[in-house]
Nanobody, 115 residues
Framework: QVQLVESGGGLVQAGGSLRLSCVAS????????MGWYRQAPGNQRELVAA???????NYADSVKGRFTISRDNAKNTAFLQMNSLKPEDAAVYYC?????????WGKGTLVTVSS
């Protein structure tokens, strides 16, 4: 089993920044993909960014140039640096760890952006 714990959410003004962290524990194997997803009220959960163990990244078009995903494999931790936040970025942000057919989710951290 893998446990994921997110942190770093909060209230920020539009244009501000936040840094989210996701710590994975349990039966972590080398490799796998760590990703950040978000879900706003009334919307489906959507991919924000993902990163492989080798550092290959993928971003949603809506966050390109503003958000940066990174990971520390030695610490089983992923980060999401969010800059130039917009009100439409407000959502619950979830961390996901994927290894082959296995997927694990954290419980989420709330990001609120005031205009």
């Amino acid at each position: 089993q893998v446990q994921l714990v997110e942190s770093g959410g909060g209230l920020v003004q539009a244009g501000g920044s936040l840094r989210l962290s996701c710590v994975a524990s349990g039966s972590i194997f080398s490799g796998g993909v760590m990703g950040w997803y978000r879900q706003a009220p009334g919307n489906q959960r959507e991919l924000v960014a993902a990163i492989t163990s080798g550092g290959i990244t993928n971003y949603a078009d809506s966050v390109k140039g503003r958000f940066t995903i990174s990971r520390d494999n030695a610490k089983n931790t992923a980060f999401l640096q969010m800059n130039s936040l917009k009100p439409e970025d407000a959502a619950v942000y979830y961390c996901k760890y994927s290894l082959g057919p296995l997927n694990y989710w954290g419980k989420g951290t709330l990001v609120t952006v005031s205009s």
